[in-house]
């Protein structure tokens, strides 16, 4: 009889965790703060993904999924406190939404537009609101949203533009050689860009568009290679050319054999906010093994 009132009270405590009630009384949350410690700051970070995958039941978590909220260094270790929102960014922004009784301020990027996650929220509520997305996050009437790796490619967009030809394979080997040829009517400038397992990296940028261009040059190169890892059968490899009608400023972002470090370098975000009147077209490739 004990255990089955036992039962009873946790059941209870579950239930009325979601009803309205005070601020104080326990509510139930997708927010957690986890806590980890390392030899280096890097360290630390490995072992929050660890600890969120074990205590979350969570298979996909990657060292940028979560904000830190403080760390220090304390007998020669990094200890830090973490924010980890285990819930996905479709379903914050589409609760986040719904507390305003009137639509909101429309999406003036019409680039963005074409991504898998801006068209989710329009088939739910019928129009596009205006969502910043800088980083890795997203910026929506003063609330800021983290969005983790792995939902990265909800955000890159398929653009067709008939006078853009983008010559590279449907489908490459790991380890195979492969040219990416671009050809273009319109006059201006042509910047080359790739993202690869969420890496955005700049192939060439601000190249004249008097003539098609192949990359790497032919004459001084045998091609560009992807070698899969012992843990990928596949992975897509997303090409973008942009053509814009007046040189970019394009310094702060990564060159595909730059040396990076992780530090203030912008991302593909910021990319797509910088080329918003730029023509482009874009092809995926899948990599096999």
């Excluded at 980890?84 to 589409?94: A, D, G, P, R, V």
């Excluded at 671009?182 to 955005?200: A, H, M, Q």
């Excluded at 890892?229 to 490899?237: A, G, I, P, R, T």
């Excluded at 394009?250 to 080329?275: A, C, P, Q, R």
Aim: charged share 25%; net charge negative; hydrophobic share 40%.
């Amino acid at each position: 009889m004990k255990y089955f009132i036992l039962i009873s009270i946790f059941f209870n405590i579950s239930v009325l965790a979601d009803v309205i009630s005070p601020s104080w009384y326990p509510k139930k949350t997708n927010t957690y703060k986890i806590h980890s410690y390392g030899k280096t700051i890097d360290e630390a970070k490995i072992n929050a993904t660890q600890k969120i995958q074990n205590d979350l039941n969570v298979t996909q978590v990657n060292v940028s999924d979560f904000v830190i909220l403080r760390k220090e260094l304390f007998e020669n270790k990094i200890f830090i406190e973490l924010e980890y929102i285990n819930e996905s960014i479709e379903n914050q922004i589409k609760n986040k939404i719904k507390t305003y009784a009137f639509k909101q301020e429309v999406l003036a990027n019409t680039l963005m537009q074409n991504t898998v996650f801006f068209n989710e929220i329009y088939n739910e509520f019928g129009y596009y609101p205006n969502i910043e997305l800088h980083d890795n996050f997203l910026y929506f009437n003063n609330n800021k949203f983290l969005i983790k790796k792995h939902e990265l490619p909800k955000f890159y967009s398929t653009f067709i533009n008939e006078n853009i030809t983008l010559d590279i394979k449907d489908e490459l080997q790991s380890q195979e050689n492969f040219f990416i040829e671009v050809d273009t009517s319109y006059e201006g400038y042509l910047t080359l860009v790739r993202i690869y397992k969420g890496e955005f990296a700049i192939l060439f940028k601000n190249k004249e568009t008097k003539n098609s261009i192949i990359f790497p040059n032919f004459k001084i190169s045998d091609g560009m290679q992807i070698n899969l890892d012992d843990s990928s059968y596949d992975e897509d490899l997303l090409t973008l050319a942009v053509v814009c009608s007046e040189i970019k400023d394009f310094s702060s972002y990564s060159m595909l054999l730059d040396i990076k470090d992780g530090t203030n370098v912008m991302t593909f975000s910021d990319f797509i906010n910088e080329v918003s009147n730029c023509k482009i077209t874009s092809k995926t490739t899948k990599i096999i093994k």
